[in-house]
């Protein structure tokens, strides 16, 4: 996956300086504000050289924006070694005076009254007018701490720094992260954009915040970021509304699509509406997966797409194999994730390319559990969010897998994490019913159509699932102890009652003959005692022997 492919196609205006760096600019709301500063913060290794030469790079490479490097650290042919493998050939673009490298001291930024003018402003005003430079990176401002800790270098920097945006430029400067002294109150006073990078070695994450941005807009929050063989890819947990409020509508809802299991096709009254969400949530080993497989196997001849955090996609084949689902064909696209291998953000937005390219409109995510590993609740929710209003946007049919600990109480509602993302809510849950385990199936919420909102038994056969006929007579089924007797149970009950009631209705006619009679109580005694055999089995009751008592002679 490339990282170009995460841009959202935002269009470059004159006031802003697109950075180049997927992700970054649809963060900044577009990019940088042109001649203003922006500081790029971090510790160690925390990638801030790399992000700020990727500016200077793009703007050489992709945007016609020639750019300086002002470095106190490394000389420049050190640099160009380094730029080197991510891909960058600084030489070339030095030599054409497209990306200029310059070694200074730090002294050399700041009036010396012995001198005219101050040298390196006038080397870069030169470079400005005669090359087009309109980036200038300074790494790093750290240099400088000792020298504006006083109050004349102070204002000096800041002259120098007026000066380079009076030329047309735009500073990005980098310095090192230092909490509590900040590095001389320049965020505070100069920098308009500052931007934090952090990394947490012991989760092999980095993450980038917008922490200021005077002027313009800008998506809140912490967003992961890489640094790969390309260089810097960020991956916002968010979009700009704007983005979203130029993607095609949805069309309308048309016929249902088939859930691929006839008996909750019939609860669903059809079906799922196209273009939902449904989030099927339940225990473990309650056919969460297999319900899913259903759905995407009988959307046949589209294709499919199965984002697995689990299982591979042979793994899945044979899993599925048992349930007559035909899961390894190209009818079946299987993304296969690792969240402790890469973001989420960064998942979703491969998935995003793929849906895309293939034109899918079936997509199952397995599970919701496994996307939100590492991630808070706001963060999971706005990756989530972002996702399936992409997704709806297209009319795209998603349905989401989550596995419950438990149900507590009566309302399964209340242990469903982001219930109301969902159009389409399916629980599945175990009972007890009888001193058998049973698996049962119901539609807590159905968005834009008619639903059964009864309790019904759920089996696994060679052909798949089967949903039975609901319970009756049955209560404390989501509690997970029921108690009573399922439909067919107490069908079975009523039927020789009904033989009952049909015999005396028989018995009081005048003109019935002896030998029917005769052979009415027959059939009566039998159908008597197969209901007695019924009820003793079903309250686990003896059956006791129905003929008379004989009296003992004296």
């Known amino acids: 996956m490339t990282g170009n492919k995460l841009l959202v196609e935002l ?23 042109r001649q203003r500063v922006a500081l790029l913060k971090g510790g160690p290794g925390a990638g801030k050289t790399t992000l700020a030469l990727q500016m200077l790079v793009a703007g050489a490479t992709q945007y016609d924006e020639p750019g300086i490097l ?22 070339a673009l030095h030599d054409d005076y497209r990306l200029r490298v310059m070694f200074i001291e730090p002294d050399e930024v700041l009036d010396n009254p012995g001198r005219q003018a ?18 200038l990176v300074i790494d790093s401002l750290s240099h400088l701490g000792s020298i504006l800790s006083k109050d004349e270098a102070r204002a000096a920097f800041i002259k120098f720094m007026l000066e380079l945006k009076a030329l047309g430029l735009t500073p990005i400067g980098t310095a090192e992260y230092l909490p509590e ?16 990078l952090e990394r947490d070695a012991e989760r092999s994450r980095r993450t980038l915040e917008v922490v200021k941005s005077r002027g313009h807009y800008h998506i809140a929050g912490k967003h992961p970021f890489e640094i790969g063989a390309d260089g810097v890819v960020v991956y916002p947990h968010s979009y700009p509304a704007a983005a979203e409020a130029n993607a095609e509508p949805a069309p309308s809802p048309a016929i249902p699509l088939s859930s691929g299991v006839p008996g909750l096709d019939e609860m669903l009254g059809g079906g799922y509406v196209p273009g939902s969400t449904i989030l099927v949530a339940g225990l473990s080993g309650t056919f969460k997966s297999v319900l899913a497989a259903h759905f995407l196997a009988s959307g046949a001849p589209s294709t499919g797409l199965w984002i697995s955090f689990q299982e591979s996609a042979a793994d899945l084949a044979r899993s599925f194999a048992g349930h007559g689902i035909a899961f390894a064909d190209s009818r079946i696209e299987v993304f296969e994730a690792l969240t402790g291998r890469d973001p989420v953000q960064k998942i979703l937005s491969a998935a995003d390319d793929l849906i895309t390219g293939r034109g899918i409109q079936r997509v199952v995510i397995d599970s919701l559990n496994d996307l939100a590993a590492g991630l808070t609740g706001e963060e999971r929710a706005e990756a989530v969010r972002w996702f399936l209003r992409r997704l709806h946007a297209r009319g795209v049919t998603v349905l989401i897998t989550q596995r419950l600990a438990r149900v507590t109480g009566r309302n399964p509602l209340s242990e469903i994490d982001h219930a109301e993302l969902a159009d389409t809510i399916i629980y599945l849950g175990l009972v007890e019913i009888e001193s058998r385990l049973e698996k049962v199936i119901s539609v807590l919420k159905h968005r834009g159509g008619p639903v059964a909102g009864d309790l019904r038994s759920i089996h696994a056969t060679n052909s798949g699932l089967v949903v039975s006929d609901r319970f009756l007579g049955v209560s404390g089924v989501l509690g997970g102890v029921a108690l009573g007797h399922r439909k067919a149970q107490i069908e079975e009950i009523f039927q020789p009652l009904f033989f009952v009631r049909d015999f ?9 003959d002896p030998e029917q009679r005769e052979r009415m109580l027959r059939d009566m005694g039998g159908e008597t005692d197969r209901v007695i055999g019924l009820l003793g089995r079903y309250f686990d009751q003896p059956q006791k022997n129905n003929e008379p008592k004989k009296e003992a002679r004296p």
């Not at 002294?181 to 934090?196: E, K, M, P, R």
């Open 11 to 33: 269009p470059q205006t004159a006031d802003r300086v697109r950075t180049g760096v997927p992700g970054l600019d649809e963060i900044l709301g577009g990019g940088l504000l």
């Open 70 to 91: 002002l470095t106190f650290e490394q000389v420049p042919s050190q640099l160009f070694a380094d730029a080197a493998a991510m891909g960058w050939d600084l030489k």
């Open 118 to 135: 101050n040298r390196l402003l006038v080397n870069v005003a030169e470079l400005a007018e005669d090359h087009g430079s309109r980036r």
């Open 181 to 196: 002294t900040g590095i001389g109150g320049i965020d505070a006073y100069l920098v308009d954009t500052l931007i934090l």
């Open 504 to 512: 005396l209705k028989l018995a009081g006619d005048p003109g019935l």
